[in-house]
């Protein structure tokens, strides 16, 4: 008679194991016991298990029935034997002659030629095998479904045994490091400058499994199904939300989720694992790690992104089974956290600005996506374009954000993080001598008065104003004020904000952009209108002008809020001047009507128009004479120009801002403007504006003001302070006739050359 599993099965199996695990003996005594009862329960000769060494190694670490003197002497190397095939392919191998499959390695010091039958499974971890656990038998036979599924589950219990340093003393004798404590750098993006050092908040947390083994496995299946119908409800009620509205791709999204919530291989999957003895969450964190690393495996790059679904699903699963608030709410982070996200949304990380979060790390956010200029105004370092953070993080792991260099330190040593806090130190002794400038003005060594202002949008951003010395608020980006709010405001709500605005500005000037709403800026509550290219598509001045009543509300609120003073509205994506005339028409209407109604009209209204669409570039001139000012916002402009989107990681990083057709782009519109004598009313607002390298660019093109995130204002007044405008016109002349990808190495050549400040610690 074929052997088969012993009577009790699995779950047997499980609550020994659970008992050998709790005794106070060694580790290599526990491992040993552990394969005894494994191999007594399967009814097997053999049971034993290798773990991998540093360098992919796996050493046999515990045997019953193959030779004693095999332990911690036997290593395969990295692919070798049938161990090395389980790792590589982490799917499970089940043999009836062992002997005679190609990649069996024989090693005479095991004594195992005998054997013939032979079943291995993976021990998995996160997305890696750890290590192999493998039963054999004398006699050929090929072992059930029942007896892998068994021996998985084993194998699962093992790999959160060995993660959780219970085997400590036998992994200290070499560099077994299996437990996620490893020192991790990345090098992403710095987007949004600054340091911060603190623990990790994860976005979209992965709940931790204390349970394991179930005591009552009848009641665990219920749990299960009770939580898998849950599951299936809520991606229900996200299809048929009206708030959401979905079209397009977000609804394949959803409905591939809705797909796999309902794949009865899934649920079968589940269900099995829990049959073997396992808790609920834990049969969902083993199924997912098998599906894991099987995918991960995979060549289809269509299956490995539905991976991330896969894995957000069975995160949830686990939230809703072990109840940590409804899966799709996020807690709130302690102050001085650092989050760490795979993706977020600019309106997300509002919601975590009243935190005081200390920084972000955010796997796809792109230099001037939305989510970098609200981290900006919010003082935020932030690195993005760092590709897998957000599964290696632990909630609570100690991380560095340097939001200057674009290094991230997950878990690191402490050398490490006394030389951070030096760096900490060093930056607030810069901070001191930018603030020792605050009241100097922005003046070129040959005497080119420069006007700094700040970008703003909240009512936090108000203070800098004045605690940076800036002139004023070159663009104020009143959607931001639309998106923190759980509703749209009112026009009384906007009327108080706006009046804060004002008085937080004093005499200072302030230009307040209409509504520049769409693309990737929507507030929670608007209905999400699904577009194939949302940043081409329904947003802006062409959503303020096909709904004007939004346009006259906003316009009427800052007319009332002015009381009397000088109103500056600068125009978002403005692509043709007949725009610009339309919405100046509407303008026109509320003032009238402010006038009839005997309201206090403004001592004067400018109204300028954003330069960010190229198609405007070619109406330069008729811009010029209709516009009161113009603004150029390089982010919008330069991702038409260079056909490459500004929140896509993949291509945002491919074209440099410092390039000669940026160089050339930049001095046709100052020469234009030049001519027609407008040159003082021509600023530049995009994000490169803040950059002390690009501003001594964009100033040596003839640009005489800048507007920028309030930390950057003490830099950029230090490199204008420290250069001379007429020697650096000469050179961008020449550096835009290069045909080199990116002027910045020599720019920045130059500017060391000529002792240029460039804001780098020393
Ligand atoms: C720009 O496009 O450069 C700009 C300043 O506007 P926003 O970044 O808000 O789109
Ligand atoms: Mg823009």
Redesign the pocket.
Known sequence: MPPTLAAGGPRVLLRRLREIMAEQTSAQDRLNKLVSVIAANMVAEVCSIYLRRAGGALELFATEGLSAQAVHNTRLAKGEGLVGLIVETAVPLNLSDAPAHPKFSYRPETGEDPYKAFLGVPVVRGDQVIGVLTVQNLTARHYDEEEVEALLTVAMVLAEVVAQGALYDLAELEDVTLAPTKPVHYRGDAIADGLAIGQIFLHEPRVKVERMIADDPVAELQRLEDALLELRASVDAMLESSDLDLAGETREVIEAYRLFANDQGWRQRLSDAVRSGLTAEAAVERVQDETRTRMNRTSDAYLRERLHDFDDLARRLVRYLVRAGSPWESHAPLPGSVVVARAMGPAELLDYGHSQIAGLVVEEATQ?S?IA?VARSLNLPLVGTVEGIADTARAGDTIVVDGETGDVHLRPMSDMLVAFHAKQALRAQRVARFAAIRDEPAVTRDGVRISLNINAGLLVDLPHLNESGADGVG?F?TELQFMVGAAMPGLKDQVQFYRKVFEAAGAKPVVFRTL?LGGDKVPSYGRRVIEENPALGWRAIRVSLDRPALLRYQVRALVSAAEGRRLRILL?MISQVAEFQHARAQIDRELERASRMGMPLPEKVDIGAMV?VPSLLFELNQILAEADFLSI?????LQFIFAADRTNPVVSRRYDTLSPAVLNLVRGITDTAGKAGRLPSISV??EMAGRPLEAMALIGLGITSLSMQAASIGPVKMLIRSIDTRALRPVLDRLSTLSAPSVRDALTAYADEHRAELGRLV
Do not use: A, T
């Open positions: 001037n939305h200029i663009l980006r520049d978002p960010e916002g390089s982010n919008d402009l607002c995009g």
